[in-house]
C-alpha cells in the first residue's frame, strides 16, 4: 500500500490570497490524480500527472508532479469562494486517497 | 461524458436489515469498479475493487460476507450492506474507470443512516 500524505489538512483564507497544497509519499506513482469535493457529493477529478516534472494548469490551479514522481502539489492562485472544498490526491496505482486538504476560501 | 450514477442517493433503514446499493456507469462500459466509504470530515477508504465477472477483492480489515459485492455487467455494480448496524452508517461511493483507461470517475454518493 502507497501512503499519501497532504498537507495542511486545513486551511482557511480570504479571497484573492494564494495558497499551495501538498500530496507527499515515500512511493513512486505511475501517476497521481487530484479531486475536489464538496459537501454530499462524490469526487469530482481535476487532473492526473504522469510525467516526473510535470506541470499542468486549469485556470487559476497549477499542478506539480515531483521529478521523482513521489509528491504533487496544487497551487491556487487569487482564490475565490467557489473554490471552497476538499482536496483530495489519489495514487492511480492503488486508486488510495491522501486524507485531503479541507480548504475554506472566506469572501 | 464519464457519467456514473448512484441509486438510492440517501437511504434511512432499521438496524439488522440489508441495504443494496446501485452504481452505474451512463455511458462507457467499465471492467472495474471501486468502492469507498467516507466518514464525516475524513477522506475516502477504499472498500474493494469489483471486477466484471469475478470475486471482488476486498480490502484489509473489510467484511466480505458483510459487504456484498456483484459486478454482473460492465456497466453495473451492486453493494449490498447485510445485517446493518448504525457504526454503518456512512457515505458510500463507488467510481468507475472506463475500459483501456485510468481516470476514475465518481458516482454522487449513497448516504446512509442505520437506526
Known amino acids: 500500500t502507497q501512503l499519501l500524505e497532504q498537507s495542511p489538512q486545513f486551511l482557511s483564507i480570504q479571497e484573492g490570497e494564494n495558497l499551495t497544497v501538498y500530496c507527499n509519499s515515500s512511493s513512486v506513482f505511475s501517476s497521481l490524480q487530484w479531486y475536489r469535493q464538496e459537501p454530499g457529493e462524490g469526487p469530482v477529478l481535476l487532473v492526473t500527472?504522469?510525467?516526473?516534472?510535470e506541470v499542468k494548469k486549469l485556470k487559476r490551479l497549477t499542478f506539480q508532479f515531483g521529478d521523482a514522481r513521489k509528491d504533487s502539489s496544487l497551487h491556487i492562485t487569487a482564490a475565490q469562494p467557489g473554490d471552497t472544498g476538499l482536496y483530495l490526491c489519489a495514487g492511480v496505482d492503488d486508486m488510495r486517497f491522501g486524507a485531503g486538504t479541507r480548504l475554506t476560501v472566506k469572501p | 461524458g464519464a457519467v456514473v450514477s448512484q441509486h438510492p442517493s440517501r437511504v434511512i433503514c432499521k438496524s439488522g436489515t440489508s441495504v443494496k446499493i446501485e452504481c452505474r456507469s451512463l455511458d462507457f462500459q467499465a471492467t472495474t469498479m471501486f468502492w469507498y466509504r467516507q466518514f464525516p470530515k475524513q477522506s475516502l477508504m477504499l472498500m474493494a475493487t469489483s471486477n466484471e465477472g469475478s470475486k471482488a477483492t476486498y480490502e484489509q480489515g473489510v467484511e466480505k460476507d458483510k459487504f456484498l459485492i456483484n459486478h454482473a455487467s460492465l456497466t453495473l455494480s451492486t453493494l449490498t450492506v447485510t445485517s446493518a448496524h448504525p457504526e454503518d452508517s456512512s457515505f458510500y461511493i463507488c467510481?468507475?474507470?472506463?475500459?483501456?483507461?485510468?481516470?476514475?470517475?465518481f458516482g454522487p454518493g449513497t448516504r446512509l443512516t442505520v437506526t
Open positions: 500527472v504522469v510525467t516526473g516534472g
Open positions: 467510481s468507475a474507470i472506463p475500459g483501456g483507461g485510468y481516470e476514475q470517475y
